[in-house]
């Protein structure tokens, strides 16, 4: 069948779709406070971030999902354009950067939980900790019966756990100024100028976080009539979204609160806090706590399964031990399952181990950060590479310029990636972070850990792992399978 003729019998999606996808992908309030903390700067940095990265991404991931629209999404494009061994780091990045990123996600519910019951459990170290962890190993188990399950759940986390968080940063922190409240941050010229000092941008190598999946809607360019035209609009209308938010949730959040009272686990909830009581209706605080750390949960689930059905995949194609890629009878690879919930458990014990729970949080952002530039790395030089490898494949959606124009923006990604990189092993000056050399060899240590296994796998490589039915049950779907 020809891809034509399987697009327009299977297309599905359309602009505002595919769009949604980016958007339910991104949008969080979780990562407003690290924005927050540099009040009307923020603005600069938002923008310096948008030209290095989201939009070089955006345009990166237009060209590649709509010119090479396969299962797999950057697994299929790294490994079409430097082969396999290079798309399974690609999809390992994927996978291993969710072991430090699933503690963030999971504090920010443990801390939301909190004030269902004290406002001061969200610095508890200890309670933290357990809730953290009995969400994720239980998260892991509800993941056990399948993507059908995981899919379901995820669907309704995204709006209660992500989305609506979000909107109500914006919406709340707007009733907050109309009531006559001043604002934390008051408006200068002086204030929209970043104070650039290296340790005061470290947290610039943090947004990143906020702006990871925009290239999702071109692991769906199958699913379109008319990927070329569609997925190039549906990414632009998904940035402006996504910078909307981004931007008027950090803003309203310093609005609220004092620069230094940020917390980066608990500041969402401590605006809700701090508005709803001076909006006299501090008693929605609780049920909405709930809503956030349950919506919370829910969203987590489809990520728990995806990055390690598209490891288990790559192993049943022999770039990895094939008892990785076994799976049960719901064609889940229970062995990654387990290896992630323990990495995810003992990366939960930094919360007890750092001088304060916001840094604890940083420290695992960091680690995320450091992680997933290297795929994205990766993915900028599979554009460029696949420029002169296939030049003559057409492609729906082509970067302008030709070659300059793919250099320049692809280039201007990896720049991007690489100063991210660096800071992010700088430890920020707003946080205790105690010792530097400490800090930075524990950072290092992690991403090291985080980023080693497919190269040994290359070294220890043996046959039997390249075996037909080496691996056992094979499972639907391909690598870098991304929850939809």
């Not at 069948?1 to 019998?9: A, H």
């Not at 609780?286 to 750390?293: D, F, M, R």
Request: charged share 10%.
């Amino acid at each position: 069948m020809s891809p034509t003729k399987w697009s327009r019998g299977h297309a599905r999606l359309g602009v505002g779709a595919l769009a949604m996808i980016n958007v339910a992908a991104i949008v969080s309030a979780r990562n407003l406070p690290v924005m927050a903390v540099y009040g009307w700067s923020m603005l600069a940095l938002f923008g310096i971030a948008i030209l290095v990265f989201l939009i070089p991404l955006s345009m990166a991931a237009a060209e590649l999902g709509t010119t090479w629209p396969k299962d797999g999404g950057i697994y299929a494009w790294v490994k079409e354009a430097f082969g396999g061994r290079a798309g399974f780091l690609a999809v390992w990045c994927d996978y291993s950067e969710n072991v430090a990123w699933f503690p963030t996600v999971l504090s920010f519910m443990a801390a939301s939980l909190a004030y269902v019951f004290t406002p001061a459990l969200a610095t508890n170290k200890l309670f933290l900790l357990t809730v953290m962890l009995g969400f994720f190993w239980g998260t892991t188990l509800l993941n056990l019966p399948g993507v059908k399950t995981s899919s379901a759940v995820g669907s309704i986390g995204t709006i209660a756990g992500s989305i609506l968080p979000a909107v109500l940063v914006v919406v709340l922190g707007a009733a907050f100024l109309l009531q006559g409240n001043p604002s934390q941050i008051p408006f200068s010229a002086a204030a929209l100028v970043p104070d650039i000092q290296v340790n005061n941008l470290a947290f610039l190598g943090g947004i990143i976080l906020l702006f990871t999946g925009m290239e999702m809607a071109g692991f769906h360019a199958r699913e379109t009539p008319h990927p070329g035209r569609d997925i190039p609009r549906a990414i632009a209308l998904a940035v402006v979204i996504i910078v909307t938010f981004s931007v008027l949730g950090s803003l309203f959040l310093a609005f609220v609160l004092p620069t230094k009272e940020i917390s980066l686990v608990s500041g969402t909830m401590e605006l809700f806090a701090s508005v709803l009581d001076k909006l006299h209706i501090g008693w929605l605080l609780k049920p909405l706590a709930l809503v956030v750390a349950v919506g919370g949960i829910a969203h987590l689930t489809p990520w728990i399964l995806g990055p390690a059905k598209g490891v288990g995949e790559v192993a049943r194609q022999g770039y990895a031990p094939a008892r990785l890629g076994r799976t049960n009878a719901h064609n889940v690879p229970v062995a990654l399952l387990i290896i992630q919930g323990i990495g995810g458990s003992i990366f939960s014990l930094l919360f007890l181990l750092v001088p304060s729970v916001s840094t604890s949080y940083w420290m695992l952002s960091a680690v995320t950060a450091q992680i997933i530039v290297i795929m994205y790395g990766l993915m900028f030089a599979a554009v460029i590479r696949l420029r002169y490898s296939q030049p003559d494949t057409p492609r729906p959606y082509r970067i302008p310029g030709g070659t300059v124009g793919v250099w320049v923006v692809a280039g201007v990604g990896l720049i991007g990636c690489a100063v991210s990189f660096y800071l992010g092993f700088i430890p920020p000056s707003q946080l205790k972070t105690g010792n530097t050399v400490t800090y930075v060899s524990l950072l290092a240590l992690a991403v090291v850990v985080l980023s080693l296994p497919p190269f040994v796998f290359a070294v220890l490589a043996k046959p039997v792992w390249r075996r037909p039915g080496a691996a056992g049950r094979v499972a639907p779907g391909g690598p870098g399978y991304e929850p939809g």
